[in-house]
């Protein structure tokens, strides 16, 4: 049971009442609706803006070879010209970073290897 219903607080009154409690003039609380949606039409916790995390700005990890993250950085920009996204000190598109990882780009060659191979036989 939350703290509200404990209390019996409606939420009407929910600014009013912490106002009392905190000693806030009311008229200094903006208290904005929301209307009420029911549970298919609400947005819910999973549509809440999510952190962006910089991949580019990792830096180089334990099972990352430089070399292949370079080569993953130029490709990065390249694909960040060819698609125009703005230009700014780390490339945008972070999904190369991945394969500056050996065992990545390996697992990646061996599912390319095997579809090529499967597409080539029926030709």
Known sequence: MSYQQRKGIKNESIAEYL???FNIQTSKINVIPIKIMSPQKSPGRLSKQKIIIQEWKAPL????????FL????LSLGLDKL?????????QTQWPRKF??????FIVFIILYGF???IFTFI
Request: hydrophobic share 40%; aromatic share 16%.
């Open 100 to 105: 500056a990882s050996p065992i990545n780009l």
């Open 61 to 68: 990890r334990d099972y990352e070879i430089y070399v292949l």
């Open 116 to 118: 090529l191979t499967i």
């Open 71 to 74: 080569i993953m950085w130029y």
């Open 83 to 91: 698609t125009g996204l703005p230009q700014s000190e780390f490339p």
């Open 19 to 21: 106002g009392q409690q």
